[in-house]
């Protein structure tokens, strides 16, 4: 049955003329609300599809775009440094074919959707629109938990990033686990800065070595100390640092804001 939606016309319209963005489709309020029970746990804690949901963010962009080939181009399953996010690939990529929204938006809204669930951070800006790809991004990208802090730096230089923009994502591993289960801090339901503090005084239930080596190199260890002991500090750099994460390889003038989409669901 159609209907004519004179909001819908309107939009289109004014979006055409250049004057005011299209609105977020209205799918994405239906793909947060199914969100909202595969993240939160029945104590109201986010759960390990959060956690992989906002790293599969990382592993869909860093290597070229946030271009959903991570799913698409079975990257997920063909590379070893994303074995751990079979399950949440295989989630999303369903997901993305029930609610006919593309795969690369749903990974970046999946991801500032899982950042939203694990308390302790401001929500971040999400658009969708980007264009997903079935091509592999270049491989062996990803740097591994047995880099040195001067490797990861080069490695994130190299793609646009500063090492405190680095020492401010890594702070995601605050609501991380490590491939035996173990959390990365004591609050791993938090994205606080526990995970900073306790990596560098060694009294985490778990560290990577890569996080230690950042948590000590001269390269990283002052944003280290200040994201630890200032919550806020970390806030500001990581909300935009992951934003444009979420945008690498895209035209962000292009896309749409879905942000309200977000904030909505946790109102
Ligand atoms: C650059 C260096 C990085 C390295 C070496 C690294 C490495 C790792 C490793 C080894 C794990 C544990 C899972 C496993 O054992 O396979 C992990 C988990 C995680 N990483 Fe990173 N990571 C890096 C950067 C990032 C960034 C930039 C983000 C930001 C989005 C991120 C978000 C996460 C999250 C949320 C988890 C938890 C996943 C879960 O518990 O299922 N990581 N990371
Ligand atoms: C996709 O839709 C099918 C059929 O309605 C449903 O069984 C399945 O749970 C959905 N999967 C996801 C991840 O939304
Ligand atoms: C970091 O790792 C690289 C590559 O393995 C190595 O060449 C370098 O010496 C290491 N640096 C430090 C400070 O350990
Ligand atoms: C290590 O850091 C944690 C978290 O800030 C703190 O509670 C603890 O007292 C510190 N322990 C030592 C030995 O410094």
Not at 22 to 43: G, R
Not at 48 to 65: K, V
Not at 220 to 237: I, K
């Amino acid at each position: 049955m159609h209907s004519f939606r004179p909001t819908v016309l309107f939009t289109a319209l004014v979006a055409s003329s250049g004057l005011v963005r299209a609105q977020c489709p209205a799918v994405w309020t239906d793909v947060a609300a199914e969100l909202k029970t595969t993240f939160i746990d029945s104590s109201g804690n986010c759960n390990d599809d959060a956690r992989a949901a906002i790293r599969l963010s990382f592993h869909d962009c860093f290597p070229g775009a946030c271009d959903g080939s991570i799913i698409l181009a079975d990257e997920c399953t063909d590379r070893g440094e994303n074995a751990q996010m079979i399950g949440i690939c295989s989630t999303l990529g369903t997901m993305a074919t029930n609610f006919t929204v593309g795969t690369a938006d749903l990974i970046q809204f999946a991801a500032a959707f899982g950042i939203a669930s694990c308390p302790g951070l401001p929500a971040i800006a999400v658009k969708v629109g980007r264009t997903d790809s079935s091509t592999a991004n270049a491989a062996n990208q990803i740097p591994t938990q047995n880099d040195n802090a001067t490797t990861i730096v080069a490695a994130f230089a190299a793609k646009g990033f500063t090492s405190t923009e680095l020492v401010a994502l890594i702070g995601a591993h605050s609501a991380a686990k490590d491939l035996n289960g173990n959390a990365l801090d004591t609050t791993v339901d938090d994205l606080d800065t526990t995970f900073y503090t306790e990596t560098a005084n060694g009294t985490a239930p778990a560290s990577l070595n890569s996080d230690v080596s950042m948590s000590s190199s001269s390269v990283t260890s002052g944003d280290w100390t200040t994201f630890g002991s200032d919550a806020s500090a970390w806030a500001d750099a990581f909300v935009p640092a992951m934003e444009k994460l979420s945008l690498l390889g895209n035209d962000a003038s292009t896309l749409t804001d879905c942000s309200s989409v977000i904030t909505a669901a946790f109102a």
